[in-house]
């Protein structure tokens, strides 16, 4: 059983790239301990009364006035940094992984009926996606932020805020899983297999749900991987920005946004752990697309 699954391409690829390794590990690890957080981390960053402004602005255990209890020193409020970054990536990855799934579903399902239906609808949904593109996914998620500020009453605004902004990185992201599934789909509904079963009277919901949808798997699968990564980012840029989480739920971005106050008075941990643990996760998750998409396209490797 071994033998044979080392003959596998994909074992036998990953055996042999060092980067995609590495970027297994860091992110097995970064996402077990988001996922573990409440087990694992030292405090509840989110309870007050696990939390002491005496033990504010401590140094990591490593330099002069650090304290063994906190290993990678505290923040302002007097929080233990490395259980505020466990809870901090997993309100991050929570939401980047929500946003991921709405943008999977409606990019794949607009893609796929655009290239199996074409015509006007084709046109439709080309348009639309144009015009996104033509627009940083960050000024679109600031734009459906302003829209929902507007629309909603204020008192619901800080109780819809995971939703907002999960919607909002959903909505800038459907574009590149839509015009990919629309350009596999072209390539596979000349194909045989399509022509059978449009020949034996299968529905066209069916057709491109049973038969397309399995053969375009491969490409969906790197940029959801590539996505991902770039949805933690947009997670983090608006709640460095001051619209995405509020300050009392310490997501990555809020965590660098405060830090940001201490960077030249010295407490230079506030910011820079969480930041690099940031780039780690975002870089590690990009190195296992790139690895991904070598493997589904071995023309690119």
């Known amino acids: 059983m071994l033998t044979r699954l080392m003959r596998n391409e994909g074992v036998w690829l990953f055996t042999r790239s060092p980067a995609a390794i590495l970027a297994a590990i860091a992110t097995l690890a970064i996402v077990a301990g988001a996922a573990f957080a409440p087990w694992i981390a030292p405090t509840n960053p989110y309870d007050l009364a696990s939390f ?12 002069d006035g650090g304290s063994p209890r906190f290993l990678l020193g ?3 409020q007097g929080r233990d940094m490395l ?9 991050s990855l929570s939401i980047a992984a929500m946003a991921m799934a709405v943008a999977l579903l409606l990019g794949v399902g607009l893609g796929l009926a655009a290239g199996y239906l074409g015509g006007r609808f084709d046109a439709i949904v080309m348009r639309i996606a144009d015009v996104q593109l033509a627009l940083p996914a960050i000024l679109t998620a600031l734009l459906i932020d302003g829209i929902s500020r507007g629309i909603l009453p204020r008192e619901m605004h800080d109780d819809l805020r995971v939703t907002v902004i999960t919607l909002a990185i959903a909505l ?6 839509a015009r990919t599934a629309r350009a596999s789909v072209f390539v596979e509904r000349s194909k045989d297999y399509v022509s059978a079963a449009i020949m034996m009277g299968q529905h066209p919901l069916r057709i491109m749900l049973r038969h ?7 490409p969906l699968l790197v940029i959801a991987t590539v996505d991902l990564a770039s949805a933690i980012l947009l997670e983090a840029t608006l709640s460095f920005l ?3 989480l509020p300050a009392d739920s310490p997501s990555l971005g809020t965590l660098i946004r405060i830090g940001m106050q201490y960077l030249l008075s010295g407490e230079w941990w506030i910011l820079w752990i969480p930041t690099v643990f940031l780039v780690v996760l975002v870089v590690a998750i990009n190195l296992l697309g790139d690895f991904l998409r070598d493997l589904f396209n071995p023309g690119m490797r």
């Open 52 to 63: 002491s402004l005496i033990d504010g602005l401590l140094p990591p255990a490593w330099e």
């Open 74 to 76: 505290t923040d302002d």
């Open 83 to 91: 259980s505020s970054i466990l809870y901090g990536a997993r309100l």
């Open 172 to 177: 800038s992201l459907w574009v590149n899983f």
């Open 212 to 218: 397309i949808l399995p053969n375009i798997v491969g």
């Open 242 to 244: 001051g619209v995405g």
